[in-house]
Each structure stands twice: as C-alpha cells, then as structure tokens.
C-alpha cells in the first residue's frame, strides 16, 4: 500500500468524519474530538496532527506530535497514534513515525518520545524498528476531575 503523510493545516469534513470514524479504535472511554477541538490541535504551533492518506485517497490514520521547549532544550512527544484496522500491517504507522521524527527535528528537538501499551505489540514492534528505546522511567498521571 502506497502512503503519503501530511501536516494538517486546516479542519476539513474529511478530517472530521476520519476522526469520527478512528477514535473509537484508539480509545474506547474518549469520544471523537470535535470540529472545534480539532481546530485548537491544527492551530497550536506546539503540535503537528499528521494524517496518513491511502492510494485511494481515504485518511488511513493520523498522529499527534507535541513540540515544546523546556530549559533543557526542545522536546517532541508522539501522542494519539492510530491507524484504521483496514489498513494495519501496510507501513501506515511506519510513514506516520518517521515523518513525526523527520517534523521533530525540523522544529529543533533533540529528544521524541512515547508511551504504548505492552499489549500493542505490533506497535512496540514498530518503535524498536524505527530506534525508539525503551527507558527505564515511571510514568505517573494525575487525573484533574472536571
């Protein structure tokens, strides 16, 4: 399957709907953002919300990527990776990596990092081939009630 990434750079009803129609796949306790919050993500200068688009034209999957500078430098986290089902096991999640690193450096970063599930393996599969490391560090979260 042939694979083009690009930045979003405006929020369209194709947008939409694919975020309408990917969410669930990704996340089953958060809805799909709306038209509006998708405008918040594409307008942020501190994220890039890459979509991968099928040979046929169909947006087969999307990634966030959040740069930011902290005193020690710019940093890069990858976050809310997801690829349609249809289209896992075809390089989707492959492209969308490499031009979420390729987007990293281009904004000054020195470090991207990521979370996945132990359970995702054909994800952690994809991070160890594409030289993510795995760190030994604690991830802690702190829910704010709304």
């Known amino acids: 399957m042939s694979v083009t990434v690009e930045v979003a750079t405006e929020v369209t009803p194709e947008l939409v709907e694919a975020f309408r129609r990917l969410t669930p796949q990704l996340s089953s306790s ?3 953002p709306t038209e509006k919050e ?3 993500v594409v307008g942020s200068p501190t994220t890039a919300l890459l979509m991968a688009r099928a040979e046929t034209g169909e947006l ?5 990527l959040c740069a930011f500078r902290i005193p020690t430098g710019v940093r890069a986290w990858i976050e809310d990776v997801v690829v349609d ?3 896992r096991g075809h390089g989707v999640g492959d492209a969308l990596t490499r031009a979420a690193l390729a ?3 281009r904004r000054g970063a020195r470090t991207v990092d990521l979370t996945s599930r ?10 160890r ?4 490391v795995q760190r030994e560090t604690n991830v ?5 009630e709304r």
């Open 60 to 64: 087969c999957g999307t990634l966030t």
């Open 38 to 40: 998708l405008a918040e």
């Open 129 to 132: 081939r594409a030289g993510f």
């Open 103 to 105: 987007e990293a450096e």
């Open 140 to 144: 802690w979260r702190f829910a704010l």
């Open 85 to 87: 089902q249809a289209a």
């Open 118 to 127: 132990p359970t995702r393996e054909a994800a952690n599969r994809l991070y």
């Open 30 to 32: 958060n809805p799909p």
